[in-house]
């Protein structure tokens, strides 16, 4: 099983750059980033719930009422995470930003195996552990450091915007935790992840009403819809894809080493969507130091783990 879940958390990172890409489009599609995450959402709901009926587990929906209610609610941090992109992007950048939620989540993750929260017992503060996650921040530093000049924002003065991208980040793997609590009360992971996509739908719609209500900000459209590329709707599979993995994994091979891995296939596979210019996105050169960050991250992960 473990053996298993090192590539396939490696490989769930991955898809989130493909997740990326595709509510590029969508949110092209529909005008509105907050639409068209609540239909990426609803497609991923879907999906794990199709999964669910073939695998004949769907019925374990009938114990969800007996369950403690904040096992359920993970699917809020997924809403959080996106409004807080929104938001950060543009006075950040998407450069720091990204850099910012690496850290929020490695640190957290940090936290959740020094406590013994992720589903194992209590990790020690060994040499090895305090050196990956040092090689992990830091190759976290060095992509924002390779990127500096594309997409970054001066960050002085911003301290309030800086703890929220942190923030983002680190509910990515208590999501992550709290989804693992959920499995155990149910045993079934198709549905545990269709529990979390439906709560994170139904945030996400709430934030799309409040937006239009109280913001005053343009209604969505379907128009652009039809026009939209086939690959536009693959940002709800690719991301129920990585929240299954995520709790999965974390209380078998702990949370730095899944959150660690996740973080390094993402990267990866940006690069080369940044190469090429996958997804319609445009082609940006990838630099010498940026390509150091990725390793270096790697190999953090790959010292919390082995050793």
């Known amino acids: 099983m473990e053996t298993l879940l090192i590539p396939a958390s490696l490989l769930a990172g991955g898809l989130l750059a493909v997740q990326a890409g595709a509510n590029a489009q969508l949110s092209k599609a529909t005008g509105s980033p907050f639409a068209a995450t609540t239909l990426q959402l609803s497609v991923g709901t879907l999906a794990l719930l199709t999964l669910a009926l073939a695998t004949g587990t769907l019925t374990a929906l009938a114990s969800l009422p007996s369950v403690p209610w904040w096992h359920a609610i993970g699917g809020v941090a997924s809403a959080f995470y996106v409004v807080s992109t929104i938001l950060l992007f543009p006075r950040l950048g998407a ?20 406590g013994g929260l992720a589903g194992g017992a209590p990790r020690a503060i060994n040499v090895p552990l305090a050196l990956g996650m040092l090689a992990i921040l830091a190759g976290a530093a060095i992509i924002v450091k390779g990127q500096a000049g594309q997409q970054s924002q001066p960050v002085a003065g911003k301290a309030g915007w800086i703890v929220l991208a942190l ?26 992840g269709a529990v979390s996509f439906l709560v994170a739908t139904l945030a996400m719609a709430a934030t799309l009403l409040f937006s239009a209500a109280i913001l005053r900000t343009p209604a969505p459209t379907l128009q652009g819809l039809p026009a939209m590329p086939w690959w536009g709707w693959l940002g709800g599979f690719a991301g129920a894809i990585y929240v299954t993995t995520v709790f999965t994994a974390i209380p078998v091979i702990g949370a730095s080493a899944a959150v660690g891995l996740t973080v390094a296939g993402q990267q990866v596979a940006s690069v080369f969507v940044d190469r090429h210019g996958w ?13 150091a960050g990725v390793v270096l991250l790697l190999a953090g992960v ?6």
């Open 279 to 291: 997804f319609r996105l445009p082609k940006r050169a990838v630099s010498p130091l940026r390509l």
């Open 95 to 114: 450069i720091v930003s990204v850099g910012l939620f690496i850290a929020g989540q490695m640190l957290a993750s940090f936290a959740l195996d020094v």
């Open 167 to 192: 923030l983002a980040g680190a509910v990515l793997p208590v999501q992550g935790v709290v989804n693992g609590l959920l499995r155990h009360d149910l045993g079934a992971p198709f549905v545990v």
């Open 302 to 307: 790959a010292v919390i783990k082995l050793l």
